[in-house]
């Protein structure tokens, strides 16, 4: 088979996850920026590129869509497509334009001296790429980590003891990442710059980080087809980070309900501390500069496939042999996998209360279960097989009679067209799995029962004649949010089950008709095509502005993640910045103080004798002015800063400010009136007591309400909460509301960062001599401000040159900035590249300078630049 494209992508990080087989790559291309990967560099040769001339997708998932048999004559293998699989189905979405191409294993076992040979008739015939996992990491990967841990736990089962569930094994977790691996090495052989790549299911969840690191652009989907759980278990999983960020590493992940969904949002905020917010109606969450997507969409069948099966002789056969075996008795119909989930046995437990309490349907009842062979083995199906089996016989034996069974177990592998003749007789269908993803049977059910021409006339029913259906379905299954006209359920409320069954056998035709008539109207219009089409479309959507932003690949093994910023956004570069700070002879340099001259996770929030020194070092330079801007207290500053003397100050986001240690603090007017706190305090107060972990900052101007050791969830909710209400109280009043990370605040309104940059710059104007150079560095919302108001004041028509501006922000992270530096530790570096061009340049001691009323120098004329820390 022939490699498409895979060896000229950029591997951006170095190192392996485990020590397994690397695919062959070339050595990487020359980066022509620091940062920045050209589209002619990632996409590897221009060849490579234009072989993907027409849009294709990648679907990948555990099991390829095949059946695979050896022929017995010539000893070959033989493929054929496996017609009934979901990811055959989904094509209908898909344009016929649309090349498909299919990754994932076999369910056979291929010989090594097999697999090229196998691997080139399946992409030759059937455009699938085989993974070929070795059988024992394929038994680790399935049936240890996959069947053995992930399933349980994603369906709210938990390892407590040893006889209930496998506790986790380092080595299972080693196999399921190394499968991964594999997979993407596969997907790399065939994908171009175009593709769009979709995964399926929880086999797959740490796939994605690998393919954004080979191809950092990659055009990346992933469904979840089983439950996500609540944060309550999935946290209990030891590797829960490495997990979230895998999915993360998507830019659309797909979930069939939204308590799915909500569940994984929870995870992401507890674990990760990432929020997310709706933008024009779609969940997005912000990672490191990407939006990854949310999509809320159940799965849906495949209409032509399953009335295909009905209009079939076998079908019509089969309904004709059901009705006379069950003539004049009311079919229940269940269809399911034999496993612990599926809740068979409270479903016939069910059965036998109905049958207690209503001795009238004894004999004109019967519950019908297919049991499906079950996908996985063990104690726990042995002890559910076992437990339906003695239920079964206990029911049979008290109300059964030589003539009449009241539950008949089909225990075999049965047919599609014998499972659409049951569906097409059964009076009600009742699904009550304690836990499951989708679970498409009740879809199923409603289609068949809705018939087609063919199979009327087959049967001798009247094509004009009502069609009418009845669901009891579980409320913890997938597909129970989409059938509003469904009897839901609690599966372990057996009496409530049994009266639901009841109500469902004695209810009037005209009602079942009304029910079916709205579940199949969904049915028909959201099948297989409508959802993978809804999906493509959201993806295409998700990844529409790939080109269009730098990537940054940061992160070592399962911690890989991309950051993506404006083109224009890129690190400050200590030397060039030094070398504009040494040409030039009035600089105004902004700084702000916690995150960014200190470290926001520092416990002790002093400044370190390093700042001081650096600080002191750049006020005692006649260029400069320092100021720091903050939104803490001035005590807290006048305190901390008191060695650097010539340091100007301004905190609580302004409100006060002094040019100097000597001078006095000035009160910002806009914050003159400031009764509102009465107001404001009580009902923080409120908040705080109901909110545990939450507290209030008191400032001179300002009142801060803090949440970040509150739970997670609660916090936000209360915060939204308290945002709400105290914007009504305050709406008259000259204070404004802003809510942060982690914190409510209420202040002056007008007062910001902005106006203290704005009120130091125009000093240096009003004196004539315009800033050649301005910096300001900081790393939270309150500093943009500050950004956008030195671009819109020194960048003005007005000035006979523009200045140097260094805005810079303090992570990689959308900023009205143009550079980013890493962290606190960064900004240090460059304020000591800035001292020591300053340190060798004569100085003017505290002494020569005199601040008085306003800042203005008594006793020397000095050429002053302004340095603010904000």
Known sequence: ?????????????????????????????????????????????????????????????????????????????????????????????????????????????????????????????FNCIPTFLPHDLQKKFYQGFCKQQLWPLFHYMLPMCPDHGDRFDRSLWQAYVSANKIFADKVMEVINPDDYVWL????LMVLPTFLRKRFNRIKLGFFLHSPFPSSEIYRTLPVRDDILRGLLNCDLIGFHTFDYARHFLSCCSRMLGLDYESKRGHIGLDYF?????????????????????????????????????????????????????????????????LLQQHPELQGKVVLVQIVNPARGSGKDVQEAKKETYLTAKRINEVYGS???????????????????????????????????????????????????????????????????????????????????????????????VADALTSALTMCDSEKQLRHEKHYRYVSTHDVAYWARSFTQDLERACRDHYSKRCWGIGLGLGFRVVSL??????????????????????????????????ETSIVKSPSAEVISVLETLCSDPKNTVFIVSGRGRNSLSEWLAPCEMLGIAAEHGYFMRWSKTSEWETSPL?????????VEPIMRLYTEATDGSNIEVKESALVWHHQDADPDFGSCQAKELLDHLENVVANEPAVVKRGQHIVEVKPQGVSK??????????MFNDESPPDFVMCVGDDRSDEDMFESILSRVSGPSLPAAPEIFACTVGRKPSKAKYYLDDAADVVKLLQGLSTASSSKPRIGSYGLEAGNGGDLIGMEVSKTILVLV
């Open 289 to 353: 500069g990407r939006t990854v997507y949310i999509k809320i969409l159940p799965v849906g069948v495949h209409m032509g496939r399953l009335e295909s099966v009905l209009n079939l002789p076998s079908t019509a056969a089969k309904v004709k042999e059901i009705q006379k075996q069950f003539d004049g008795k009311k079919m229940i119909l269940g269809i399911d996998d034999m496993d612990i989930f599926k809740g068979i046995s409270l479903k016939l437990l069910a059965m036998e209360q």
């Open 566 to 599: 404006s083109p224009s956004f890129r690190r400050l570069s200590i030397d060039h910045i030094v070398s504009a700070y040494r040409r030039t002879n009035r600089r105004a340099i902004f700084l702000d103080y916690d995150g960014t001259v200190v470290p």
């Open 402 to 496: 030589p003539n009449y069974k009241p539950v008949i177990l089909i225990d075999r592998l049965v047919p599609r067209y014998e499972k659409s003749a049951y569906y097409a007789v059964a009076e009600c269908c009742i699904v009550n799995a304690v836990r499951d993803g989708m679970n498409l049977v009740p879809y199923k059910y409603i289609v068949c029962r809705q018939g087609t021409s063919i199979m009327d006339e087959a049967v001798g029913k009247d094509k004009d004649s009502p069609r009418t259906s009845m669901l009891v379905v579980s409320e913890f299954i997938g597909c129970s949010p989409s059938l509003s006209g469904a009897i839901r359920v609690n599966p372990w409320d057996v009496d409530a």
């Open 754 to 763: 902005g106006l203290v940059a704005e009120k130091v710059l125009s000093r």
């Open 671 to 679: 914050g003159a009136d400031l009764e509102w706190k009465r107001i």
């Open 1 to 125: 088979m022939a490699s498409r494209s895979c060896a000229n992508f950029l591997h951006l990080v170095s190192g392996d996850l485990l020590d397994i087989p690397q695919t062959p790559r070339s050595l990487p291309r020359v980066m022509t920026v620091p940062g920045i990967i050209s589209d002619a560099d990632e996409y590897g040769d221009s060849d490579a590129s234009s072989s993907g001339s027409h849009e294709r997708k990648i679907i990948v998932a555990n099991m390829l869509p095949l059946h695979a048999k050896r022929d017995v004559e010539t000893g070959k293998w033989c493929f054929s497509l496996d017609e009934d699989l979901l990811l055959l189905h989904l094509k209908d979405g898909f344009s016929s334009e649309t090349g498909v191409i299919y990754v994932g294993s076999l369910k056979v076992d291929i010989d090594a001296s097999e697999q090229d040979e196998v691997s080139k008739k399946l992409w030759d015939d």
């Open 200 to 203: 399926h299911d929880y086999h």
